[in-house]
């Protein structure tokens, strides 16, 4: 799995990366309109790959599983933007940084794929390590990966 992209001052902003998004934030879903509308300039159709998709209580869960993929966008922000939604999102995700005990979901640069195939690094938001073990074991996974199919 890749590793997040952090820079050398702990204090400083992440690499500013487009965000794969796969559930309520895509297009039409509740918290598109609510965090995304206003902040982008660019959103597109795209895959993640060795992933699969976990349904949740009214929002799902990705989880790293080689060889399955999960349906969703490419967001990229709008200039000025992104470390307004970056905050708003981590927020909404329930993500305190890189390993703390309290994340709902942990944010990790991943290769997402265009429709084209082309490879984009982008923030996509796995559901934390305990969590998605429990996924695993006991959870429902959403067949195909597309949560707007379910």
Do not use: K
């Not at 965090?35 to 982008?40: D, P, S």
């Not at 703390?100 to 265009?114: E, F, K, S, T």
Request: charged share 20%.
């Amino acid at each position: 799995m890749t590793s997040v992209v952090w820079p050398q001052d702990p204090l400083a902003q992440p690499v500013p990366l487009p965000f794969f998004v796969y559930g309520t934030l895509r297009p039409g879903e509740v918290n598109h309109d609510l965090f995304l509308r206003g902040r982008t300039v660019a959103e597109e159709p795209a895959s993640l790959p060795d992933a699969a998709l976990y349904d949740g209580p009214g929002y799902p869960f990705a989880v790293h599983c080689p060889g399955s993929a999960v349906v969703g966008e490419l967001i990229t922000a709008a200039p000025g933007a992104y470390g307004e939604l970056l905050a708003a999102l981590d927020r909404l995700e329930e993500y305190e940084g890189p390993g703390r005990p309290g994340n709902v979901y942990d944010r990790i640069a991943r290769q997402a794929l265009r429709l084209d195939g082309t490879p984009v690094r982008a923030w996509v938001y796995l559901a934390s390590p305990l969590l998605a073990r429990d996924l695993r074991e006991t959870g429902t996974e959403i067949p195909g990966g597309d949560w707007l199919e379910r």
